[in-house]
């Protein structure tokens, strides 16, 4: 068994709900220069690209996925895992998943030129209408854009947290089922429900006393606000998923983010272990989604 399956089964166990499940995703940095296992390498996709997003959405279901600047499918991605430059003026690759929808509604098809890192850091992108860039659009003639102008979304964009200067050669994305090697993670992500992330606050709060600040913002919220943010600051954050989790990745409508330190999980674990007798999570409504189920 490894460290996360073994830490992975205390966490579910602590809530005290016979066959719970909670999506869980293991995520490793490799900065340039450090040797990657042949056994993470072999996880690289080849002939497709993948958003962060759907990566931390199939580890979470069993398949492990290694991102690099080759094979990630989002530039925005690209840039908070420190993958890419944020200001680099030529697009990170001519396909991916998430300009190749661009490319689709632009109606330009080969004569389409995907945005480079530096219109998503300058604003263009994400204030595609009022930039008039309609060619960055996501859904036609009637997109708004992200931001109401450029001015804001570069303003939005600054408060995105990212791997800045670009340090990393890869990000390793794993599921509990990954036991080719024994990978100790930087950060670990979660998909609750409330009343799950309610459990994982009282477990962290009975530890350390503290609350559990959370940054969020409409966009970059599984690369940025859930890995990125986590593995900068060493603190645990939370999100309700953004555009892309919920429209590429497909994240369900019950379900909330949790991104936090591999310490602070232990942490997080160890202190639900400890409360349960003052947070009888199993007693609390719709603890049991089995239960919740049954009743409907």
């Given at each position: 068994?490894?460290?996360?399956?073994?830490?992975?089964?205390?966490?579910?166990?602590?809530?005290?709900?016979?066959?719970?499940?909670?999506?869980?995703?293991?995520?490793?940095?490799?900065?340039?220069?450090?040797?990657?296992?042949?056994?993470?390498?072999a996880m690289e996709p080849t002939g497709l690209t993948l958003t962060s997003c759907q990566a931390t959405k199939q580890a979470s279901l069993g398949d492990s996925v290694c991102l690099t600047r080759e094979n990630i499918g989002c530039v925005a991605a690209a840039v908070s895992l420190g993958l890419v430059d944020q200001h680099q003026n030529e697009p990170v690759g001519d396909s991916l998943v998430y300009t190749e929808i661009m490319r689709d509604q632009s109606g330009k098809g080969d004569g389409f030129v995907p945005p480079s890192p530096e219109d998503f850091t300058s604003?263009?992108?994400?204030?595609?209408?009022?930039?008039?860039?309609?060619?960055?659009?996501?859904?036609?003639?009637?997109?708004?854009?992200?931001?109401?102008?450029v001015a804001t979304a570069k303003q939005a964009v600054s408060?995105?947290?990212?791997?800045?200067?670009?340090?990393m050669q890869a990000v390793f994305l794993y599921s509990l089922d990954f036991d080719d090697v024994d990978v100790i993670p930087d950060v670990v992500v979660l998909s609750v429900r409330p009343v799950e992330l309610t459990r994982l606050i009282q477990g962290y709060g009975f530890a350390t006393g503290k609350r559990l600040n959370a940054s969020m913002g409409g966009l970059r919220m599984v690369n940025s606000d859930l890995i990125a943010r986590p593995y900068l600051t060493g603190e645990i954050n939370t999100s309700p998923y953004c555009l892309g989790a919920r429209l590429i990745a497909q994240f369900g409508p019950d379900r909330m983010g949790v991104g936090t330190p591999w310490d602070q999980f232990q942490l997080v674990v160890e202190g639900m272990e400890t409360s349960a007798g003052g947070y009888p999570f199993q007693l609390y409504p719709g603890a049991d989604p089995t239960a919740a189920r049954t009743r409907v």
């Open positions: 068994m490894t460290t996360i399956s073994k830490w992975y089964e205390r966490y579910l166990a602590a809530h005290n709900v016979p066959g719970l499940e909670i999506p869980f995703t293991a995520v490793k940095f490799y900065e340039r220069g450090a040797v990657i296992p042949p056994e993470v390498r604003g263009q992108v994400y204030a595609c209408a009022a930039a008039g860039r309609p060619e960055f659009a996501l859904f036609g003639e009637s997109d708004t854009g992200r931001f109401k102008d408060d995105m947290i990212a791997i800045q200067p670009a340090t």
